[in-house]
């Protein structure tokens, strides 16, 4: 008869606890192509792809704008590993606006980042667009083109570039193009590609040259002073300089801020946000004391540490206001740093209510060069 022994739990407990997994960080890097289709049906609204044969295979075909819009995305030299197709709806043959169809596809899935609206859009349209993604929850980009470049006879500039510079819409980012409908479709896909975290990531938007676009000059004349018009309108365009180069000029948004810092700076706050909430979940609690605020700083620090490493942040002088022992002039060797107000100090109210003393962290971007001047002196 086998023997029934007692439990060994009486002389050795052994108490195994396991963390809960941190929250999976958005990648910032999946654009959203949306536009009128029969493949995706608006109670799904929206579909992930990995390449373009997946959506053949779905039925889309090689004449289809989504189908080209995609190909200008995964075209790109460098690519990113997904991208969505998201449906403009048509009931009656009324198609949706463009604001339902985007609203309708960050509702279905708060992955992708830039929106792009593959079908045309009226500069007002346009404008419902942004309006929307420049308020709405999480963080979205608007991205769109645009050959509008009109001039009323008074020579006022009636472009869309204009009236979204005027509005200092930071979510949104044009390009003119006469070549390719959707031709924002190829920067985001180089943008989309660059999102890795790897060492030296970090990336900006000019200089880039977009495969399967032509150029503005490419088979004739643009001037330097329609290319100005646009720029100064802080509109992006493409344009071939010096024979050999085409590039991506200014990598700009609407209210001028460089493409490159918003993503970034989006991603940061994600990133923020998720650590933290990962430390206040994975553990019995964090203590209302300096050695609690500590383990808030120091997750915040590898975050930090996160975004020097790919090349955005880098050691300089702070610039901006004082900001507690921090102040104008001071260098930051790391790139940035991290400071809260003492516990000791924090109104009873917050402590009653378990409120962390305010948090301030002061970022040192690296930029990025755009232009050089070099002078040459010669003697004989």
Request: with cysteine.
């Amino acid at each position: 008869m086998p023997l029934k022994p007692l439990d060994l739990t009486s002389v050795v407990k052994i108490i195994v606890n396991l963390s809960q997994r941190s929250a999976v960080r958005k990648g910032f890097n999946i654009v959203c192509l949306i536009g009128k289709n029969k493949v995706i049906p608006t109670a799904e609204r929206v579909r992930s792809y990995t390449n373009l044969d997946a959506m053949l295979q779905d039925g889309f075909t090689t004449q289809d704008r989504l189908y080209k819009a995609a190909a200008l995305v995964m075209g790109q030299p460098k690519k990113p590993d997904k991208f969505m197709i998201g449906t403009l709806g048509v009931t009656e043959k009324v198609a949706e606006t463009g604001v339902q169809a985007l609203q309708a596809c960050r509702e279905a899935d708060f992955e992708w980042y830039v929106g792009v609206i593959c079908d045309d859009q009226t500069p007002e349209q346009h404008l419902a667009n942004l309006e929307y993604t420049n308020a709405c929850t999480p963080d979205t980009v608007y991205a769109y083109t645009s050959s509008d470049a009109t001039n009323d006879p008074a020579g006022t500039d009636l472009s869309i570039f204009t009236k979204t510079k005027n509005l200092s819409y930071r979510r949104c980012f044009g390009v003119y193009s006469t070549k390719h409908p959707d031709a924002v479709a190829a920067a985001m896909g180089i943008a989309m590609a660059q999102m890795t975290g790897t060492i030296n990531s970090a990336f900006t938007m000019k200089f880039k040259t977009l495969s399967g676009v032509e150029t503005e000059n490419a088979t004739s004349v643009f001037s330097s002073s329609a290319v100005d018009k646009i720029k100064n309108n802080n509109g992006n365009v493409y344009v071939n300089r010096g024979i050999y180069y085409n590039m991506l000029e200014e990598g700009v948004m609407a209210d001028g801020s460089f493409f490159d810092e918003i993503i970034y700076l989006d991603k940061f706050k994600n990133d923020c946000q998720l650590s933290i909430m990962d430390l206040l979940v994975q553990n019995a609690k964090i203590p209302q004391t300096e050695a609690g605020m500590t383990r808030i700083h120091r997750v915040l620090a590898d975050v930090c540490e996160q975004y020097a490493r790919i090349g955005f942040l880098a050691a300089g002088v702070w610039n901006g206001n004082d900001i507690l022992k921090l102040k104008q002039g001071d260098t930051l060797p790391n790139g940035y740093m991290i400071q809260s107000e003492p516990i000791d100090e924090q109104p009873q109210s917050d402590r009653d209510n378990r409120i962390a003393p305010p948090i301030y962290i002061a970022l040192k971007l690296a930029g990025a060069i755009h232009s050089v001047i070099v002078q040459v002196d010669v003697n004989r």
